[in-house]
């Protein structure tokens, strides 16, 4: 597959509010992982022009273009909008969205951060390519559906650290829980899809039958016998204690996410991950 290329935009963390809010939002777009979800898997996408696949229990989501063309992406979106959809899963005019757009760990995301993002997006070259209709059972094919599921499932709320620890530990738990929404894989999810929030970053079996890691610091089931430096190296590389590398969807995330990241984020993730309840796998190991 053809790796999708934006301009790479690397600084020190304390240097990061001082730039511009467009090269703000060149990082903060690699941290989000937007790169690998609205890019389709073909030699010929565009970055971010949609068409991805994201298959689910629930059906075939496609990753929309969020580009900011007018007509099939986001041009036409004010900034509030934007901020709805990201903080309340819900684009203009009232449409609700799916969970397969992981709002609910975007929610956290703050104001200033989300608008960064936003002004980078419209600063690229609109792409004019439709949205493809996703791939889902009857009973599920309307927005009515996922305004039931918010209802029942999603909580609304922006990230809130704890004072009682420090900036690099408050800066892992927002990159993991809302901007990284590392729980959004990592977690196992009920019957209705919903993560299963006391056994979070335990493992889940994906969408092909196959596990996906615990990544608590379980000493047997997680990464309880790693240490932060092995962490950092498989954030930046996708290399593994043994030397292995990482392959499937993660060597992906390594790629256009968190190998983009500067190392004071990679060391606040590592950090927070280590820091977490080292809890057993959800489930058995699938076959």
């Known amino acids: 597959m053809r790796r999708a290329c934006l301009p790479l935009l690397l600084f020190a963390l304390p240097a990061i509010a001082q730039v511009t809010p467009i090269q703000r939002g060149a990082y903060l777009v690699h941290a989000g992982g937007c790169i690998s979800c609205h890019t389709a898997e073909t030699d010929d996408a565009v970055p971010l022009a949609g068409g991805r696949a994201l298959e689910s229990p629930f059906g075939t989501f496609y990753a929309p273009n969020i580009t900011p063309d007018r007509e099939t992406g986001i041009g036409g979106w004010t900034d509030e ?6 903080w309340e899963g819900v684009g203009p005019g009232g449409k ?13 995301i703050t104001r200033a951060d989300l608008l960064a993002i936003k002004a ?43 004072p009682e620890l420090d900036e690099e530990w408050n800066r892992g738990a927002y990159l993991v829980r809302h901007l990284g929404h590392c729980g959004e894989c990592h977690t196992p999810r009920d019957a ?15 969408p092909d039958g196959k596990r996906i890691p615990n990544i608590t610091p379980h000493p047997e089931d997680g990464i309880g016998s790693w240490d932060r430096q092995e962490i950092e190296l498989f954030l930046e590389l996708g290399m593994l204690p043994d030397g292995d590398f990482v392959g499937g969807a993660m060597a992906e995330v390594i790629d256009d996410n968190t190998s983009q990241l500067t190392p004071g984020d990679r060391r606040a993730i ?18």
């Open 192 to 206: 209705l899809g919903g993560l299963i929030r006391d056994r979070e970053l335990a493992g889940a079996v994906g």
């Open 120 to 162: 980078y997006l419209f600063s690229l070259e609109p792409v004019r390519q439709p949205n493809r209709e996703h791939e889902l059972p009857w009973y599920l094919d309307t927005r009515l559906a996922a305004a039931a599921w918010q209802l029942l499932k999603f909580d609304a709320g922006r990230f809130t650290g704890d």
């Open 270 to 287: 590592a950090r927070y991950l280590l820091s977490l309840p080292a809890l057993p796998d959800a489930e058995p190991p699938a076959d």
């Open 81 to 86: 909008e934007f901020l709805t959809a990201f």
């Open 96 to 108: 609700y969205y799916y969970p397969a757009f992981p709002y609910p760990s975007y929610t956290g």
